[in-house]
């Protein structure tokens, strides 16, 4: 399958809200609430902080939120904080006659 | 605490071989389907192989079949990728990870922990 679509990167002040976009196709994102979202720091090892389109693990921020409409998913991140500078990715499930899922690029977040 | 702990990884010759490990501690480990995801320098995550449970399951991006093998140990609770045939395109960051539920295979598509990675350089 092909990868999910994310912005390389987006940028937003302090205390601002930002959005992230991962799209795929109806296939995909379109027809499955499979989405999940890993956050990751230099060096780090990935972070889920959305599982299921809109649902946070425990110990996850309530300023991370998911959505999905269509063909895109979003990740919101509400109050930015300097410590949520960092990679972004997106994951689906994507039906394939091998395992099924797909991430996206990733997308760089810059708190300025 | 669950942890992932990677190694194996380092500098390997085209055409050659690599066996990663993923030690797991902090939860039943034979309980759970298990994956290794790499990332390429400046590319985005790739799913690489799956395995279930009790290891009688896997699967294998098409990028790699034929060429790794996927298994585990579950009274070492360790986690195995043997990587032959190696390629520059080979060249990346392995992860290993874990599905979130327990005896449900690969449910839910998402993955709840990750190891720290271990560096895979395919060059002459």
């Known amino acids: 399958q092909s990868a999910l679509t994310q912005p390389a990167s987006v940028s937003g002040s302090p205390g601002q809200s930002i959005t992230i976009s991962c799209t795929g196709t109806s296939s995909d994102v379109g027809s499955y609430s499979l989405v999940s979202w890993y956050q990751q720091h230099p060096g780090k090892a990935p972070k889920l902080i959305i599982y299921e389109v809109d649902k946070r693990p425990s110990g996850v921020s309530n300023r991370f939120s998911g959505s999905k409409s269509g063909n895109t998913a979003s990740l919101t991140i509400s109050g930015l904080q300097a410590e949520d500078e960092a990679d972004y990715s997106c994951?689906?499930?994507?039906?394939?006659?091998?395992?099924?899922?797909?991430f996206g690029g990733g997308t760089k977040l810059t708190v300025l | 605490e669950v942890q992932l702990l990677d190694s194996g990884g380092g500098l390997v010759q085209p055409g050659g071989s690599l066996r990663l490990s993923c030690a797991a501690s902090?939860?039943?480990?034979?309980?759970?389907?298990m994956i290794w995801i790499r990332q390429a320098p400046g590319k985005g995550l790739e799913w690489v192989s799956v395995?279930?449970?009790?290891?009688?399951?896997?699967d294998y991006a098409d990028s790699v079949k034929g060429r790794f093998t996927i298994s585990r140990d579950n009274s070492k609770n360790t986690l195995y990728l043997q990587m032959s045939s190696l390629r520059a395109e080979d060249t990346a960051q392995y992860y290993c990870?874990?599905?979130?539920?327990?005896?449900?295979?690969?449910?839910?598509?998402?993955?709840?922990?990750w190891g720290q990675g271990t560096l895979v350089t395919v060059s002459s």
């Open positions: 902090g939860f039943t480990f034979s309980n759970y389907a």
């Open positions: 994951c689906s499930h994507a039906p394939s006659s091998t395992f099924d899922v797909v």
């Open positions: 395995i279930g449970g009790g290891g009688g399951t896997t």
């Open positions: 990870a874990k599905f979130p539920y327990s005896n449900s295979g690969y449910s839910g598509r998402y993955f709840d922990y």
